[in-house]
């Protein structure tokens, strides 16, 4: 019912910028909370910035400061906008969103596909 399109992933020099975004769309349903996560080869998944419908944030303490997450609901899409890149920052970046669905209701996790961050030294 909910399906996430990301987009701004690639590759960076250490100390550069970029800019994730992702986009949800579906029927019926409306955002609890959007976020993003990443997996690095080895690791298991962690939360890097979520923001809440109520605009609450939450970022990992490892990108705190460099990291800033925002949103444009009416589009139903969140941004992370990534500074001060570092090669340990680089993972597949996944959006997430935690979405009610209006029909029923109930509250559901959805996953986009994952965007490549790659930052080298």
């Known amino acids: 019912q909910v399906q996430l399109a990301e987009s701004g992933g690639g590759l960076v020099q250490a100390g550069g910028s970029l800019r994730l975004s992702c986009a949800a769309s579906g029927s019926s349903f409306s955002i609890v909370a959007m976020g993003w996560y990443r997996q690095a080869p080895g690791k298991q998944r962690e939360l890097v910035a979520q923001?809440?419908?109520?605009?609450?944030?939450n970022y990992a303490d490892s990108v705190k400061g460099r990291f800033t997450i925002s949103r444009d609901s009416a589009k139903n899409t969140v941004y992370l906008q990534m500074s001060s890149l570092k090669p340990e920052d680089t993972a597949v970046y996944y959006c997430?969103?935690?979405?009610?669905?209006?029909?029923?209701?109930?509250?559901?996790?959805?996953w986009g596909q994952g965007t490549q961050v790659t930052v080298s030294s």
């Open positions: 997430n969103t935690e979405a009610l669905i209006t029909t029923y209701p109930y509250k559901k996790n959805y």
């Open positions: 923001m809440t419908s109520g605009g609450n944030t």
